[in-house]
């Protein structure tokens, strides 16, 4: 369902992510964790067609992102960590819009927003001019919007910013019910305990690589640690740390 290869991207001098394969299937919870500027944002604006790639592929249902985006970002839905939206539109507004965006028709947005506006509690909100409204209701708003069309593919990059408990509890819990839907889920994030909760496989980015990926246990397992996760996490990208991709067989 996702499939990135040899991925690359060069800033100057700066290989921001270098040589990155990895693959996701359908239904699957990966979550991607690394320190700052281990390229897991630029991976994810490869992924999405935000930016291009200095080499290497990356597909989305089988579609190339750059050789036939249209098809790739049909199937697909993005959640940033700060989030883009009309601040003059209402809620109402920006979920009808971007049903719209997605050729849904009126009877479908009405229908998927039933479930996800009681959901993420936005009746209060939901004719209220986006531009007043807190940084976790807007975020609550976008993932709304992003589930709206009920895409293959999620992908969203520091899902719990800003949100209270009760709310980040929702959207882990819907996350998790649309993968067992057959929803693929592409997070990254540097919450080592959302990982470790949410993930069927986590993979760790050091210097623009691949280092890790496999479940909690594997990774221990490769850091050669036990306990925490985040034990096998500083294992693997502290300084000095090896980049080269550690497999999970074995």
């Known amino acids: 369902m996702i499939e990135l290869t040899r991925l690359e ?13 990895l693959t996701v299937n359908p239904g699957e919870f990966y979550a991607v964790l690394g320190p700052n500027a281990a390229g897991k944002t630029t991976t994810i604006k490869m992924l999405v067609g935000l930016i291009k790639p200095t080499r290497g592929t990356a597909k989305v249902a089988g579609f190339d992102v750059q050789l036939q985006p249209l098809e790739a970002r049909a199937r ?4 940033p960590d700060f989030p883009f939206l009309y601040d003059k539109l209402t809620p109402a507004e920006f979920l009808a819009f971007t ?5 849904m028709d009126e009877a479908s947005i009405s229908k998927a927003a039933e479930d996800l506006v009681p959901r993420f509690s936005l009746e209060p909100w939901l004719h209220k001019p986006i531009e007043g409204l807190s940084h976790g209701t807007r975020q609550r708003v976008a993932i709304a ?18 949100l209270d408990p009760h709310h980040a509890r929702v959207v882990k819990d819907t996350l998790k019910e649309r993968t067992r839907q057959g929803m693929t889920v ?20 050091h210097q623009g690589r691949l280092v890790a990926e496999g479940t909690a246990a594997d990774l221990r397992r490769k850091a050669g640690t ?9 294992a693997l990208t502290e300084p000095g740390a090896s980049t080269e991709r550690v497999g999970t067989e074995g």
Do not use: C, W
């Open 99 to 103: 049903g719209r965006l997605f050729r």
């Open 76 to 79: 697909l839905s993005y959640v």
């Open 9 to 21: 991207k060069h800033f100057g001098e700066v290989r921001a992510v270098d040589g990155l394969s």
């Open 186 to 205: 592409f997070l990254s994030t540097h919450q080592i305990h959302v990982a470790e909760e949410m993930a069927d496989r986590i993979g760790i980015i």
């Open 226 to 234: 036990d306990g925490a996760l985040e034990r096998a996490f500083l």
């Open 145 to 162: 919007s992003a589930l709206l069309h009920n895409p293959e593919v999620f992908v969203i990059d520091e899902p719990m910013v800003g």
